[in-house]
């Protein structure tokens, strides 16, 4: 049997769920939903077009998500979610591994992805339209991750507190004494182009 949700109703039919709320398992949302800071979302939950989720939400495994999804800082995805077209995604959000996501969705500043996510041609990450990325984990025993964006204009890195391009990120990690940064990642990013 499943529950029954007594939420208010914005003007599009959507819910307004307010902050601090938490959903067990496999829920269906329709379109248009609001919600609050701090949900929490168990797995398997599906979530209709035009949602928007305001900061540190969390979600559980495989849930899915309609188109033009927002979301806010500092959210977090459980491992094989599913995410429409045109999504948008704020700063810090860190997904687990092998997310899928639609095409044109944008993503904020120092995001982390799990391994084998999939993010199409055309999305945005780092202020930049990618045509391909990839990321490297562990270079030098730290367990911090390296994003590397090909995009028209050449390869932007992000890593740490760090996001420009291939050359000065380069010129960065020489003047620090980090030659394996320096050889390794621009080995990686022309491997992309």
Same mark, same amino acid.
Request: proline share 2%.
């Given at each position: 049997?499943? !529950?029954? #949700?007594?939420?208010?109703?914005? *003007?599009?039919?959507?819910?307004?769920?307010?902050? @601090?709320?938490?959903?067990?398992? $496999?829920v269906?949302?329709?379109?248009? @939903? $609001? &919600?609050?800071?701090?949900?929490?979302?168990?797995?398997?939950?599906k979530?209709?077009d &035009?949602?928007?989720?305001?900061d540190?939400c *969390? =979600?559980?495994?495989?849930?899915?998500?309609?188109?033009?999804?927002?979301?806010?800082?500092?959210? !977090?995805?459980?491992? =094989?979610?599913? %995410?429409?077209y045109?999504?948008? #995604?704020?700063? =810090?959000? !860190? =997904?687990?591994h092998?997310? *899928?996501?639609?095409?044109?969705? !944008?993503?904020?500043?120092?995001?982390?992805?799990?391994?084998?996510?999939?993010?199409?041609?055309?999305?945005?990450?780092?202020d930049?339209?990618? +045509?391909r990325?990839?990321?490297?984990?562990?270079?030098?025993?730290?367990?911090? +991750?390296?994003?590397?964006?090909?995009?028209?204009?050449?390869?932007?890195?992000?890593?740490?507190? #760090?996001?420009?391009?291939?050359?000065? %990120?380069?010129?960065?990690?020489?003047? $620090?004494?980090?030659e394996?940064y320096?050889?390794?990642?621009?080995?990686v990013?022309?491997?992309?182009?």
């Amino acid at each position: 049997m499943s !529950k029954v #949700f007594n939420f208010e109703v914005n *003007e599009k039919g959507g819910w307004i769920v307010p902050a @601090c709320t938490v959903f067990e398992k $496999e829920v269906v949302f329709p379109d248009y @939903c $609001e &919600f609050g800071d701090f949900c929490k979302f168990g797995y398997f939950c599906k979530f209709g077009d &035009f949602c928007e989720f305001d900061d540190y939400c *969390e =979600f559980g495994r495989s849930c899915k998500f309609g188109n033009s999804c927002k979301f806010g800082n500092s959210c !977090k995805f459980g491992s =094989f979610c599913k %995410f429409g077209y045109f999504c948008k #995604f704020g700063y =810090f959000c !860190k =997904f687990g591994h092998s997310c *899928e996501f639609g095409h044109y969705c !944008k993503f904020g500043h120092s995001c982390e992805f799990g391994n084998s996510c999939n993010i199409p041609k055309g999305c945005i990450l780092e202020d930049v339209i990618m +045509q391909r990325w990839t990321t490297l984990s562990n270079l030098d025993g730290s367990g911090r +991750q390296i994003l590397i964006i090909v995009h028209e204009g050449g390869a932007k890195i992000r890593a740490g507190c #760090f996001c420009g391009n291939l050359d000065a %990120f380069v010129a960065k990690v020489k003047s $620090e004494g980090k030659e394996i940064y320096a050889k390794v990642v621009p080995l990686v990013a022309n491997s992309l182009v």
